[in-house]
């Protein structure tokens, strides 16, 4: 089965610093989304996007924050100024169709703001 | 605004009994709901969604307008069933997930 693929899976940085997540979604998806996890919360929506364009994010998703598909295969999230209270899991998501078709997450990536 | 709430965060059962993971939701729309699962070291992963009435693993769904439920049920649960379980309902293009409960199997 195609997967959805997340470098790195351990990222450390400094306060401050700026960070890129990578992900590449499943080929013949058209949806992307990113979410995250802070160690023992739930599992919150950042931001969805498609047709190159932000259709929908959520009040975490501040101006800090920017998503990009550079080329056909790469989703990328960038932090600009990251922040001790960024430290979590983050998820990257595609699905082939609207959101009520199946959801295939990436294994995520551990993120550590020092 | 929408919600879900799983109201248990731990949740053992021994092999063989019953298992119920209790979901319920807030939402003004027509709500479409999923069960995503977690294994140990593994990604998220859908289970089932209420719209195709399918049954995955033994695990069945019911979405119950009414009481605003969407709990996961097992007829006879298995140590393989041991993971982490997420109720997520999907409105105004996000999936809104649960807190989560973790179900540990005692063989």
């Known amino acids: 089965e195609p997967e959805v693929t997340q470098t790195p899976s351990h990222q450390v940085t400094q306060m401050g610093q700026e960070v890129i997540l990578r992900c590449v979604p499943i080929s013949n998806h058209l949806y992307f989304y990113w979410y995250r996890q802070i160690l023992g919360q739930k599992v919150e929506f950042l931001v969805s996007f498609y047709n190159n364009e932000i259709s929908e994010k959520s009040e975490i998703f501040d101006d800090q924050f920017s998503v990009e598909r550079p080329d056909g295969s790469n989703f990328t999230l960038k932090i600009r100024s990251t922040k001790l209270e960024d430290s979590a899991m983050y998820f990257c998501?595609?699905?082939?169709?609207?959101?009520?078709?199946?959801?295939?997450f990436g294994s995520g990536t551990q993120l550590s703001v020092l | 605004a929408q919600r879900v709430t799983q109201p248990e965060k731990l949740l053992s059962v021994f092999k063989g009994a019953p298992v119920e993971l209790k979901c319920n939701y807030s939402?003004?729309?027509?709500?479409?709901l999923f069960w995503y699962v977690q294994y140990s070291r593994q990604r998220l992963q859908l289970l089932l969604r209420h719209i195709s009435r399918e049954s995955i693993k033994g695990f069945t769904a019911d979405l119950n307008k009414g009481e605003t439920s969407f709990h996961l049920k097992k007829p006879f649960a298995q140590e393989e069933d041991s993971a982490m379980y997420y109720c997520a309902l999907c409105g105004n293009e996000k999936l809104t997930f649960g807190t989560g409960t973790r179900l540990t199997i005692i063989p």
């Open positions: 998501a595609s699905s082939a169709g609207r959101l009520n078709e199946k959801l295939f």
């Open positions: 939402y003004s729309g027509s709500p479409e």
